[in-house]
């Protein structure tokens, strides 16, 4: 499947939803700009692992400033077995840069990446293995972590988020 991407002569909102036919029709009816190129499902992936990769990357490194253009500015974060969320793309932030603060990250994996887009959404999970420690306690964290993203303005925003089958196994120090 392929998306067309028009000039920026012609507002997202014009064009999103319709079909490749309909699209064509909209440009030479209206005569808003010229289709660019054909993006596929498989470019949108690239560009999702991308900036999962980024993600992870600032968070581990502290540079959560780098993951700011990458949420929407009310992304939501469910907690674990959706206990309680924080709201909002700050909260969020301040959230990964506490533990950045907090935590040291003695070990960090992801595994069995998985990305299914459908129109303007795209939904990302994967497999992480984290051990990690804190003044008190060392902690094995592993579980799925699960966004959701869509896409707004030819960029992909994640609007939630949440960690499902996570186990977390502490010893004190």
Known sequence: MCYLVPKLTCPPSLWRGLGIEMIKLFFKQYECGVMERM???SDMKSEIQEII???SHA?????TADMAPYFHPNIVM???KFKGE???KEKILAGFEEFYKNARVLEYGESDQQIDIIDNCAVVSYNFNMLYERTNYRERSVGRD???FQRESN???AVWRTLVDLTETREQK
């Open 39 to 41: 993006i596929t499902i």
């Open 78 to 80: 469910k907690y674990p």
């Open 59 to 63: 968070w581990q490194t502290g540079r």
């Open 53 to 55: 990769s980024t993600i």
């Open 146 to 148: 699960l966004w959701i």
């Open 86 to 88: 924080a709201i909002g």
């Open 155 to 157: 960029r992909w925003l």
